[in-house]
């Protein structure tokens, strides 16, 4: 079936570091991919997503490519600030099926 | 983006009773909503998925008498835990999808403490 594997921490960076999450998945077909960001005691909010190959999404900073060759798309940003501290989740929604499958999850923590 | 309300955001409810949760679509039409159970520090469960007039479809190991689900509209469902035990102690949340393939919606997500 389908999965999602993702790094999973904790990460911990100073600010104005530079951030990557790799994410790498397996799905039939041409699945949809997004990044997921959850802040304590919150659901999740959506943080950036790409429905084809090679699409890029981008939001606040944060870029990650939809790349079919090697199944990945990996979360980045060039400066992360201390609010950028959450759980980053890699995702898929497969175009066969309607459910979601989610990553483990990357705690990320960003000190002053 | 669109906006998923879920309510209530914590409940704190007596072993043996039951909770209903609400998740609520507030501008858009969820043909499509999830059900989620989070442990700490854990990714989510999924534990049914619900399609709009018709009965949810619960995950293996999810027990369906125990966690009721009703999606009566294209707007609203309800998760409610029956003969709640402290074991059902988590956090629940909800989402919802307005389409194939797209995105999904998040609640911000219910605490529930069973004591």
């Known amino acids: 079936g389908d999965s999602v594997t993702q790094m999973e921490g904790p990460v911990t960076l100073s600010e104005e570091a530079f951030l990557t999450i790799n994410c790498t998945y397996t799905a039939t077909g041409y699945p949809s991919l997004f990044w997921y960001v959850q802040y304590p005691g919150e659901g999740l909010q959506l943080l950036l997503k790409?429905?084809?190959?090679?699409d890029k999404g981008s939001n606040k900073g944060f870029e990650a490519t939809y790349r079919k060759e090697t199944t990945s798309f990996h979360l980045e940003k060039g400066s992360v600030q201390v609010s950028d501290s959450a759980v980053y989740f890699c995702?898929?929604?497969?175009?066969?099926?309607?459910?979601?499958?989610f990553g483990p999850g990357t705690r990320l923590s960003v000190l002053p | 983006g669109a906006v998923v309300s879920q309510h209530p955001s914590w409940v704190i409810c007596k072993s043996g009773t039951s909770v209903k949760i609400e998740c609520r679509s507030l501008?858009?039409?969820?043909?499509?909503m999830f059900w989620y159970r989070q442990f700490p520090k854990q990714s989510l469960m999924l534990m049914a998925t619900s399609n709009e007039g018709s009965k949810a479809t619960y995950e293996q190991g999810v027990e369906k008498d125990k966690f009721l689900i009703n999606h009566a509209s294209l707007t609203l469902s309800t998760l409610t835990v029956t003969s709640a035990h402290p074991e059902d102690s988590s956090f629940y949340i909800c989402?919802?999808?307005?389409?194939?393939?797209?995105?999904?919606?998040f609640g911000q997500g219910t605490r529930l403490t069973v004591v």
């Open positions: 501008d858009f039409q969820a043909t499509t």
């Open positions: 790409a429905t084809k190959a090679d």
């Open positions: 989402s919802a999808s307005a389409g194939v393939n797209t995105e999904a919606f």
């Open positions: 995702a898929l929604r497969s175009s066969y099926g309607q459910n979601f499958v």
